[in-house]
């Protein structure tokens, strides 16, 4: 699955080098097999940030940074690619420090799902916040008909305030080595999000809309259905 992240970026046309960062070294050699490169870093690491930042931290040459999350085999390069533009135009305006992106949540079932993670945007498309639970809260729909899962059956339309966060993270190069000398904070923890040390220290987090869905592999259940949809996807081109 790594690999197939790997080519996901590869394919990108504004991605100059793709690097497998892991602190396996069956991966590493996994991952060379394929003629893929990979680092092996340390396994101290709390998120996957702190280990892109130690490769990051050896290509003095690298203004802008990019973090495909190996859990997004089906992410588009055309989603990486336009992250990585919104980044480059935020660089020319001393703008946000990280862009990231957001897909539109299509079931109530996702929406409940703890490990599809949510984003909160402000008008400016700023990440307000990020959570493992709906937000933001439909206080008024969930008054009329009692829960959250009454008010979505009732009012379908809702789901559209919803936003679903992309494993995909691009950042500025001062502000992914920063980030490293940052201890975990409160929220981060309690809700297993790295995303959140960035927020609490200030960081602004653009997000920009991905080109189409993609499905992450955090469960078993998630990963027979990439398989599935690879399979599929290869099916109709033959």
């Known amino acids: 699955m790594v690999c197939w992240v790997a080519e996901r970026a590869r394919a990108a046309r504004n991605v100059d080098r793709v690097i497998v960062a ?16 990979a680092v092996l870093t340390a396994a101290h690491h709390t998120s996957g940030t702190d280990r892109v930042a130690e490769v990051a931290a050896t290509i003095p040459d690298a203004e802008i940074i990019v973090n495909v999350q190996g859990d997004e085999p089906l992410i588009s390069p055309q989603t990486i690619e336009r992250a990585v533009d919104a980044m480059a135009d935020e660089i ?42 709906p ?42 080595l920063e980030f490293t000398k940052w201890p975990q904070s409160q929220l981060e923890k309690i809700e297993a999000l790295e995303q959140l040390r960035a927020l609490a220290h200030g960081v602004k987090i653009k997000v920009v809309e991905a080109c189409t869905a993609s499905t992450g592999v955090d469960t078993v259940a998630d990963l027979d259905r990439v398989r599935a949809l690879i399979e599929s996807s290869t099916l109709q081109r033959a």
């Open 22 to 37: 892991t602190d396996s070294q069956e991966i590493v050699d996994a991952v060379h097999s394929m003629d893929i490169e």
């Open 135 to 176: 937000v933001p809260y439909p206080r008024d729909a969930v008054k009329r008909y009692g829960s959250p899962e009454a008010a979505l059956k009732n009012e379908p339309e809702l789901l559209q305030l919803f936003r679903k966060h992309t494993g995909l993270y691009v950042y500025r190069r001062d502000v992914l």
């Open 92 to 133: 020319s305006k001393n703008g946000a420090g990280i862009v990231t992106t957001w897909e539109p949540i299509e079931s109530i079932d996702d929406l409940l799902n703890p490990d599809l993670v949510k984003v909160v945007l402000d008008d400016d498309d700023h990440a307000v916040y990020f959570s493992r639970s």
